[in-house]
């Protein structure tokens, strides 16, 4: 049974283009949650989304940042004119549900570089 | 609101050395607990968990108390190797919000032989 699967690993923008994360959860896995990570920090939550719905978005940028979970393929992180603090490590996790014992299991995490 | 506090580091322990990280949480009700482990370059991986008060968590050797009155769950291990050194993050999951995990700031442990 394969992890959650993201991609691209490592992605290189300039300032004021559009990065695209994806992630695939894990198979059975129906809930989807981002989170990033900037140099030397925790991990801070950003969405939360069902299929094609967003469950929460309380830890998400007001501006530029935006997220789906289609009914078919990958969800998608998406940040629009990419500014250099938007550089940091965005992490997936998939869980089966929402009860205390459902874990969520991380992705290896893409690492956006902004120049 | 809910918030997690972890030991800093970074923490340097010689080969067969105790072990503990200490971690204290903030939240109403009863959350959940969790201790994670992250590799160099690598994403996380949960190392052990803990619902209820009184719990113990245990992996690998690790082990971790959910304890209500003192609201710690602190990471113990009797006798670390070199291939413990990662950075070692400790987070709840809110009782009313369980869809959420707060991560406290990340403990970085170094094991020398």
């Known amino acids: 049974n394969a992890g959650v699967m993201q991609n691209p690993r490592h992605l290189v923008r300039r300032r004021g283009q559009e990065a695209r994360l994806r992630c695939s959860p894990m198979?059975?896995?129906?809930?989807v949650y981002w989170y990033r990570q900037l140099p030397e920090e925790g991990l801070k939550f950003m969405v939360y989304?069902?299929?094609?719905?967003?469950?929460?978005e309380s830890g998400m940028p007001k501006e530029r940042f935006s997220a789906e979970f289609p009914k078919e393929g990958p969800s998608i992180l998406r940040i629009q004119q990419v500014v250099r603090g938007d550089s940091a490590a965005y992490f997936c996790?998939?869980?089966?549900?929402?009860?205390?014992?459902?874990?969520?299991?991380f992705g290896p995490g893409t690492r956006l570089t902004v120049l | 609101g809910d918030s997690v506090t972890q030991m800093e580091g970074p923490v340097t322990l010689s080969e067969e050395a105790f072990l503990t990280i200490n971690c204290t949480y903030t939240?109403?009700?009863?959350?959940?607990l969790f201790w994670y482990v992250q590799y160099p370059g690598e994403g996380l991986q949960l190392l052990l968990k803990?619902?209820?008060?009184?719990d113990k968590g245990s992996n690998k050797g690790f082990e971790a108390t959910y304890r209500k009155e003192t609201t710690s769950f602190h990471l113990e291990k009797g006798s670390v190797q070199v291939s413990d050194s990662a950075v070692y993050f400790c987070?709840?999951?809110?009782?009313?919000?369980?869809?959420?995990?707060?991560f406290g700031s990340g403990t970085r442990l170094s094991i020398r032989p």
């Open positions: 996790a998939s869980s089966p549900g929402t009860r205390a014992a459902d874990t969520q299991y």
């Open positions: 939240a109403t009700g009863y959350p959940s």
């Open positions: 989304l069902q299929k094609e719905n967003i469950i929460d």
């Open positions: 803990a619902t209820k008060a009184d």
């Open positions: 987070a709840l999951s809110p009782y009313s919000s369980a869809s959420k995990i707060i």
């Open positions: 198979k059975g896995h129906s809930h």
